[in-house]
């Protein structure tokens, strides 16, 4: 089962660009990459995924290497509001859910 | 908002009694989820619910019992739980129940068991 392994914390200054990186060395060819994120004592919120080609929406870009043994979530534009812990996933396909996994993520600390 | 709720949002129940978390979701999904995060934890997922009927039962204690009614409704019903039981329990929905599906996740019940 692909396990995915995160900085334990990063910092980023408002309105500069956030790059968290991940590693996901075991990833499965139908396996999907997952990024959320848990702002302190809320739910996760659903950010991107992607599984081979590069993924952006309003919130983020997410670049995948082309071995897909890692990728790079990416803020263009961080805010304070975008402090949290984010967690990057690769998600088995049907009901394999023994091996859903979330980590422990990055915190990302956004500073003034 | 995530179109996921979840009442209430916080509790403090004895090793006797017995509760019960709420969790709708106005999105239309068929699938539920209810998590356990713990302090300083991964999140753990406890049970998967895919139309009504429970697909995944991630070896949780039978102190903890999931019901789902119908496919916007999911409860969990605590008795007799341990200290060890104090966490953030979160509930979560999908269109549909694979491991793939994109999840939508409530702000979860903040559980203190004395």
């Known amino acids: 089962d692909a396990k995915t392994t995160q900085p334990p914390s990063m910092d980023c200054a408002e309105g500069r660009a956030a790059n968290l990186p991940c590693n996901h060395s075991?990833?499965?060819?139908?396996?999907?990459v997952y990024w959320y994120r848990q702002i302190h004592s809320q739910g996760p919120q659903y950010i991107i995924h992607?599984?081979?080609n590069n993924e952006t929406n309003e919130m983020a870009s997410l670049i995948i290497t082309e071995d897909r043994k890692s990728s790079t979530l990416i803020l263009p534009h961080a805010t304070l509001r975008d402090t949290a812990v984010y967690y990057c996933?690769?998600?088995?396909?049907?009901?394999?859910?023994?091996?859903?996994?979330f980590g422990s993520g990055t915190k990302l600390n956004v500073k003034p | 908002e995530t179109g996921v709720t979840q009442t209430p949002r916080h509790l403090v129940m004895g090793m006797t009694n017995k509760k019960s978390l709420k969790c709708e979701q106005h999105l239309g999904h068929n699938a539920m989820y209810w998590y356990k995060q713990s302090a300083k934890k991964p999140l753990e997922l406890m049970f998967v619910y895919s139309l009504e009927e429970r697909v995944e039962n991630n070896s949780v204690p039978s102190r903890f019992s999931p019901e789902c009614p119908n496919s916007s409704h999911l409860f969990l019903h605590l008795h007799t739980l341990q200290p060890e039981d104090s966490a953030l329990y979160l509930c979560?929905?999908?269109?549909?129940?694979?491991?793939?599906?994109?999840?939508?996740f409530g702000p979860g019940t903040r559980l203190l068991v004395l």
């Open positions: 979560a929905s999908s269109q549909g129940a694979g491991a793939q599906e994109t999840q939508y």
């Open positions: 075991t990833i499965s060819g139908n396996e999907y």
């Open positions: 992607g599984l081979k």
């Open positions: 996933i690769v998600f088995p396909p049907l009901y394999n859910f023994n091996k859903f996994y």
